[in-house]
């Protein structure tokens, strides 16, 4: 089976920056959503709120030597003992704003079936074999891609649902405002919706056994007037 080269090309235009001289040994995903700790007095722990989830991205170590001459389809890429900065430069270039888009450009890693739409957002360079005169024949590049993603997209895939705020919650025994607003409407900080929909005055004063209105958001206070966003 003939060796499939990595490639990385311009997702606009189709243009091919870069087919990798040597495969990456490896090459790392990263995902992570961040949370904010809300701290409720009384409570031994904070609560922890979803806000929002970070963008994937892609790490891996590339290889560019110009020791020997190397070819990429009907094209020579270099000759036995050039300069090695001009195919890094390349490379790292893909970090400039290009002056139509006034950003980046859009890239895809595609190797086989693996395909990571992105842009270039780290290169770290690194020289390790150079020519008597001193020039650089080997350079080994880190380099981060951050996935660009289509909002529109992830919000058809994900079909997230508006909660159902038409519930009706009974105090059990050690129930706060704060958390049931965390556990009902999502944030802990929505505790004076509730309070003001079912007249309460002191929101640590819970009766177990209570059944508590949970409102719907925007909620409207009632004396006021000051709209409670969702």
Known sequence: M????????????????LAVMFNPEEY?????????????????????QFVHGNAQTLEMELVIDTVEAHVAGSQRLN??????RPLVAKLVGLLDIDRATHAPPVLRFVWS?????CVLTRAVQKYTMFRADGAPVRAKVSVTFTEL?????EAKEVKRETADYSKVHTV??????????????GSAALWR????????????????????????????????GEVIPS
């Open 113 to 117: 079936s693996f395909t990571f739409t």
């Open 193 to 224: 919706p509730i309070a003001l929909a079912n007249g309460i005055e002191d929101p640590r004063a819970l009766t177990p056994g209570t059944e508590l209105g949970i409102p719907r958001l925007p909620f409207t206070d009632p004396e006021t």
């Open 2 to 17: 003939a060796l499939e080269k990595a490639l990385i090309v311009k997702r606009d235009s189709g243009e091919r920056v």
């Open 28 to 48: 790392t995903v990263n995902r992570d959503n961040n949370f904010a700790q809300i701290a409720i007095p009384g409570r031994g722990a904070p609560l922890l």
């Open 79 to 84: 000759e036995a003992g050039d300069d090695v």
């Open 149 to 153: 993603t289509n909002g529109e997209t």
């Open 172 to 185: 059990v025994d050690g129930d706060r405002l704060p958390e049931i607003a965390f556990r009902l409407l």
